[in-house]
């Protein structure tokens, strides 16, 4: 083959060649192979044998390539795919999607436009719509931890407020651990309270997701932004009216009647924010009458030596801010 790129075998040894020389470090021999290989997959034949043999996935080396050429040309080679269906429904079902995502962050502009058009591509299958949102809020949550203020000015909370309810419990899950992500900084609680929030955290206390560590991980993070919210004025009022101190005894009472160990401590930290939810909350004259009469299940949490040390540090905290007394 003339031009840059490596020696082409012949017949249906093309394909399987140049992918087993992507495994070389030699960055220049990645760049003529990945050349190569776009040049391939022009023919159907052979970009049918690249999806069904399983090859997609021996891409993912290329997305850590030094060279931004080498990203970049993988990004090329991957829009090509996508432009057939096999191709992107090969690529929704393969390792390569958050790699893919987080290139978009990548320092080299035709790079990072590459990757989106590949992204383009994938959500033209319905299928393709509910993965990459759930990777982009993915992506959004690590974002917003590190620091969720950009976030907020491009009015973060509005657009993921309709996600709550989304009838895809991955989508519930990534929105909800971005919006607790958001809820940390002052501003963040601030615009939880105003637009009405809570009233769907509160539903997720109680997600009806059928995959328990997704319910557990959707329940953890409603749980976190109560924590984080209630100790606003309008937050612990909020939650008054939306009558949250029982829903959170609710999961502390559903936890301690489970038996099973990984279970356990699967769910501390959904415990650790109820727990001091309910602290918060403990504050109001009102939370407090109705706290006073569980104590013995908070109690309990204190008296368990298969329980959590955190767990019942929390718990203890608890109980002596309910029934403190001036």
């Known amino acids: 083959m003339a031009g840059t790129g490596a020696p082409v075998a012949y017949g249906r040894l093309a394909v399987p060649l140049l992918f087993s020389e992507l495994q070389r470090p030699d960055g220049g021999s990645r760049l003529r192979v990945v050349t190569s290989l776009l040049d391939l997959v022009h023919d159907p034949q052979r970009l049918y044998q690249t999806v069904t043999g399983g090859f997609l996935q021996q891409l993912q080396v290329l997305f850590k ?6 990203r970049t040309k993988t990004c090329d080679l991957l829009e090509v795919v996508c432009r057939h269906r096999l191709g992107r429904q090969g690529l929704l079902t393969s390792p390569l999607l958050p790699p893919l995502c987080e290139l978009l962050d990548d320092s080299c502009a035709s790079c990072r436009s590459s990757a989106l058009r590949v992204l383009d591509l994938l959500a033209r299958l319905p299928a393709g719509t509910d993965v990459l949102l759930g990777l982009l809020l993915s992506l959004l949550t690590s974002c917003s931890r590190l620091d969720p203020r950009p976030a907020l000015r491009s009015d973060g909370v509005s657009l993921l407020r309709p996600r709550l309810s989304h009838p895809t419990g991955g989508v519930r899950r990534g929105a909800a651990a971005a919006m607790m992500a958001l809820s940390v900084p002052e501003d963040g609680k601030l615009q939880v309270c105003e637009q009405q929030v809570l009233r769907l955290i509160v539903s997720l206390l109680k997600d009806p997701d059928q995959d328990q560590d997704q319910d557990q991980d959707v329940q953890t993070s409603a749980a976190g932004v109560l924590m984080n ?7 612990k009022q909020q939650c008054l009216d939306l009558d949250v101190v029982p829903v959170l005894l609710d999961v502390l009472r559903e936890e301690q009647q489970e ?3 990984r279970r356990r401590r699967r769910s501390r930290a959904l415990l650790l924010y109820s727990l001091q939810a309910l602290t918060a909350l403990a504050e109001a004259p009102a939370a407090r009458r109705l706290l006073l009469q569980q104590l013995p299940l908070l109690v309990r949490r204190t008296e368990d030596t298969r329980e959590d040390p955190l767990v019942q540090e929390a718990a203890r905290t608890a109980i002596r801010v309910i029934t403190w007394t001036p």
Do not use: K, L, Y
């Open 259 to 261: 038996e099973q160990g």
């Open 229 to 235: 919210t209630v100790v606003t004025s309008t937050g």
């Open 65 to 70: 390539d030094e060279d931004p050429s080498v």
